[in-house]
């Protein structure tokens, strides 16, 4: 089991940054793939990125890629989530997840969730 708890939310202003933190608790954390992803009011969870369990393998959402970045810190059991440049369009309760599986931008693929931390974005 994987317990991920999301911390580092917040209210930011467009143009401003945000590092979003996952920490996870349970068996070797090494072994599962990272995602994050978001769902803002009266839409459907969105895929943001996602992170393998090598540093080196990651992708993202398209309307993301250039501004977020995904890290982890296996030793210290975290993934990371750096959002630059942020928009109101990224507004949203964004979501830390883990898989025992490949990295995925589907979230049926992940088996682990955070509960989530609210990102605001003002104009």
């Known amino acids: 089991q994987v317990q991920l708890v999301e911390s580092g939310g917040g209210l930011v202003q467009a143009g401003g940054s945000l590092r979003l933190s996952c920490a996870a608790s349970?068996?070797?954390?090494?072994?599962?793939?990272g995602g994050w992803f978001r769902q803002a009011p009266g839409k459907e969870r969105q895929f943001v990125g996602a992170?393998?369990?090598?540093?080196?393998?990651?992708f993202y959402a398209n309307a993301v890629k250039g501004r977020f970045t995904i890290s982890r810190n296996n030793a210290k059991n975290t993934i990371y989530l750096q959002m630059n440049s942020l928009k109101p369009e990224d507004t949203a309760v964004y979501y830390c997840?883990?898989?025992?599986?490949?990295?995925?931008?589907?979230?049926?693929?992940?088996?682990?969730w955070g509960q989530g931390t609210q990102v605001t974005v003002s104009s």
């Open positions: 349970g068996r070797t954390f090494s072994n599962y793939a």
């Open positions: 997840a883990a898989a025992r599986g490949v990295v995925s931008d589907t979230p049926g693929a992940f088996d682990y």
């Open positions: 992170i393998g369990r090598s540093e080196a393998s990651t």
